[in-house]
């Protein structure tokens, strides 16, 4: 706390991301990234670049990049935002489109970033209670549930649950609710569910998060992009332009190019952690864990009769690093990020460990 701060600065509530640690030799399944790396074309982009590519300031629209990305998804290059990471572009989602007199409806159980930049842009918001099953209800989120509504985002898959809904669930709230814009966050739709964005032309008032940090295996990089109507993406020009007119450097639209020119590292990469996912679902359950059926690249997961966080920590001592979250109703479960096979070969060794001790 400062004299210095502005009464905004000393109300924030800050997103706390997963350790990144310094420590070698650690297994590393805490934050979601990809354990396979992304495409060596990625990296020939990359070295591709000399001094004039960094003596120039970038284009300022990643024409390039979003013509790739229209292409990719089939969509118009007026119908793609662009960001660093996809948490930029929620950002900018916050402050053009979500912000409203009405609240803006997330899950109680959720991606916690959502109300840090609802502290942040000073937007009101009603956290929707998942059923006890941890499933996001739908239901919850139609006119006809009650209250007026501001807007409405969601992950689907769901995070930190894994959950994911069929495409007609999500059409329905999509369909449901004209007035005002609902956003789907797809970072992890890639392992397993099918994305809304075949639904963008029906609907102008839904717009799709991506990002390439999940199952592109480039966090590194910061990529993330929307996809939805010209007004929407508009808006968050908008916005982008009033803030940071350059969002994405050039050896970043060098990268994200090449990563989606690469079909067959994606393909094999993402379906090598779907199977990964599969065996280490069983794996825990057999070890008499509570798993929740994933479509993500991690999986929520409840042991036997040991508190999550004490688990985490017993893992932890075995340097084996997973996240725990301090949160009511979610307090007992661990988020465990799907590694190579021999990485949840010994992570299924330490829970055998540790339950048997
Ligand atoms: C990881 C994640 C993001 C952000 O990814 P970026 O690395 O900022 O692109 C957004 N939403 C959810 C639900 C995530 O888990």
Not at 96 to 124: M, N, R, T, W
Not at 176 to 189: G, R, S, T
Request: net charge negative; with cysteine.
């Amino acid at each position: 706390m400062s004299r210095y701060w502005s009464s905004l600065v000393a109300k924030l509530d800050p997103y706390v991301p997963g350790e990144q640690p310094r420590v070698q030799n650690l297994i590393k399944l805490n934050t979601n990234e990809h354990p396979y790396g992304p495409s060596p074309k990625v990296i020939e982009a990359i070295a591709r670049a000399n001094g004039e590519d960094l003596r120039l300031y970038p284009d300022p629209t990643s024409l390039a990049l979003s013509q790739t990305i229209a292409k990719y998804f089939g969509l118009g290059v007026d119908h793609v935002f662009v960001g660093n990471g996809s948490d930029e572009v929620l950002a900018h989602v916050f402050n053009a489109l979500l912000k409203h007199d009405a609240p803006v409806l997330f899950p109680d159980i959720s991606y916690s970033f959502y109300p840090v930049y609802c502290g942040l842009y000073q937007i009101e918001y009603r956290a929707v209670p998942l059923d006890q099953n941890f499933r996001i209800v739908l239901n919850d989120y139609l006119p006809s549930a009650g209250a007026k509504a501001g807007g409405i985002i969601f992950p689907n898959p769901n995070a930190p649950t894994g959950i994911c809904h069929d495409l007609d669930a999500i059409e329905q709230v999509v369909k449901a609710n004209p007035d005002i814009v609902v956003v789907i966050d797809e970072a992890y739709i890639d392992f397993g569910g099918v994305s809304a964005a075949s639904l963008i032309a029906k609907y102008p008032n839904l717009l799709v998060v991506h990002t390439l940090s999940k199952s592109r295996s480039l966090a590194g990089l910061r990529v993330g992009f929307a996809l939805g109507h010209p007004d929407l993406i508009q808006g968050l020009d908008r916005v982008k332009n009033s803030f940071n007119s350059y969002p994405l450097d050039r050896l970043a639209q060098a990268g994200a190019i090449a990563a989606f020119e690469d079909d067959a590292h994606f393909e094999k990469t993402r379906q090598a952690v779907i199977h990964t996912r599969e065996s280490m679902t069983q794996g825990l359950r057999k070890l008499g864990f509570e798993v929740l059926p994933s479509k993500a690249n991690f999986i929520f997961a409840r042991a036997p009769g040991v508190a999550g966080e004490v688990f985490a920590a017993e893992l932890r001592a075995r340097n084996i690093l997973v996240r725990h979250f301090k949160k009511e109703r979610i307090y007992d479960f661990m988020r465990i990020s799907v590694g190579t096979d021999e990485q949840t070969e010994t992570l299924l060794q330490a829970c055998q460990e540790i339950l048997a001790q």
